[in-house]
């Protein structure tokens, strides 16, 4: 699976890269636009 970081919600807290965990992404509202569009079976906030 993947883990996408809604980039919006992760810069309103204050984070930095370093609380990621391997292999999660920080992406904007378009990605994952694209990402359900390509028959996502769910997404979780």
Do not use: H, N, T, W
């Not at 980039?7 to 359900?36: H, N, T, W, Y």
């Amino acid at each position: 699976g993947q883990i996408f970081v809604c980039s919006p919600c992760f810069k309103k807290r204050g984070l930095d890269e370093s609380a990621l965990i391997p292999g999660a992404q920080i992406v904007g509202g378009a990605r994952l636009v694209e990402f359900m569009a390509e028959g996502a079976a769910s997404i979780s906030y």
